[in-house]
């Protein structure tokens, strides 16, 4: 059973950071291309950074770049996203991705950003 599992999410004040992370389990992630999604109230989801399978290429959305940096531990089978110098439009919930036969999504974390 493929699973993806978000924590890390909460409430920040503008400029400060969070960390979060996607546990995977049920497949061998590091074979796997990882993503990070966020959907905020009202909008479409949108892709925010994607890595490969090793971790030797990332991309990000232009909202992110320079801010926000994907990793991932193939030890751990977990996916990590810091995000520093939040601002409130990063407000959002928060999704790990993954496609193997079908796109593969975790519940979500609510990332808040407000003073």
């Known amino acids: 059973q493929v699973q993806l599992v978000e924590s890390g999410g909460g409430l920040v004040q503008p400029g400060g950071s969070l960390r979060l992370s996607c546990a995977a389990s049920?497949?061998?992630?590091?074979?796997?291309?990882m993503s990070w999604y966020r959907q905020a109230p009202g909008k479409e989801r949108e892709l925010v950074a994607t890595i490969s399978r090793t971790g030797g290429s990332t991309n990000y959305a232009d909202s992110v770049k320079g801010r926000f940096t994907i990793s991932r531990d193939n030890a751990k089978n977990t996916v990590y996203l810091q995000m520093n110098n939040l601002k409130p439009e990063d407000t959002a919930v928060y999704y790990c991705n993954t496609v193997l036969s079908r796109p593969w999504w975790g519940q979500g974390t609510q990332v808040t950003v407000s003073s």
């Open positions: 049920g497949f061998t992630s590091s074979s796997y291309t």
